[in-house]
């Protein structure tokens, strides 16, 4: 029987990629740099803040590199939220999995990850929040995972992570838990063949727990 959900953030439990989309335009602004489109940026984001820069930046452009990690910091931490919203279901979902112990592992800082879900009153659904600076580790790596479990005292079968990245499927798998994809979220459905369910709802998430732990 499952006991224990870990979600991942973006993409999964929100919609982010506006507000990632503007902090990135700010912080390329003063360089020779083509600005995103919200499609662009969501094909770049998932393996945290410092990867997205350097996937941004490419070769060459290391002399900038810290420059623009700190206007995005700057600009990302003032407008975390000014477009960003849960999906359409996750809160009456969340309120359905009260029983459930819950945590969110995010590749974005613990901090920001905090903070939005704080700002969109989703803060107290959770048990436990960690970011990409959480462990010295990050998704696809299980060690988040793994610690989150140690947490609660929970064993990978009684264990499930939900999200919308194939780092969320590969840190489950890598911890040796059930694994459920979304695929509403930031990467295509294509991504996620390897996720004991696939789900195209957050609202589908209650009664395929029911199934998924047996």
């Known amino acids: 029987m499952i006991k224990l959900i870990i979600f991942d953030l973006d993409g999964t439990l929100v919609d982010s990629s506006v507000d990632l989309t503007n902090a990135l335009n700010y ?13 662009k940026t969501i094909g770049l984001v998932g393996e945290g803040i410092t990867r997205l820069i350097e996937k941004l930046l490419g070769p060459g452009r290391e002399n900038i590199r810290q420059e623009v990690m700190d206007r995005f910091m700057d600009y990302y931490s003032a407008h975390l939220v000014d477009f960003t919203r849960p999906y359409a279901g996750v809160p009456e979902t969340l309120a359905l999995l009260r029983p459930y112990r819950k945590a969110v592992i995010s590749n974005k800082r613990e901090s920001l990850s905090k903070k ?14 960690l970011g990409s600076d959480s462990v010295g580790e990050k ?25 919308d990245s194939n780092f969320d499927i590969e840190a489950g798998k890598a ?34 727990l029911e199934t998924v732990g047996r």
């Open 116 to 129: 939005v879900l704080q700002e969109l009153g989703l803060l107290e659904s959770f048990d436990a929040v």
């Open 175 to 208: 911890a040796g838990i059930r694994t459920i994809a979304v695929s509403y979220g930031f990467r295509e459905v294509g991504l996620l063949q390897q996720a004991d369910r696939i789900i195209a709802h957050i609202q589908e998430l209650p009664p395929v």
């Open 139 to 163: 998704k696809p790596s299980p060690r988040p995972l793994l610690k989150v479990m140690e947490m609660f005292s929970c064993g990978a079968a009684e264990t499930v992570i939900v999200g």
């Open 27 to 39: 912080a390329i602004e003063p360089y020779d740099i083509d600005r995103l489109t919200v499609q």
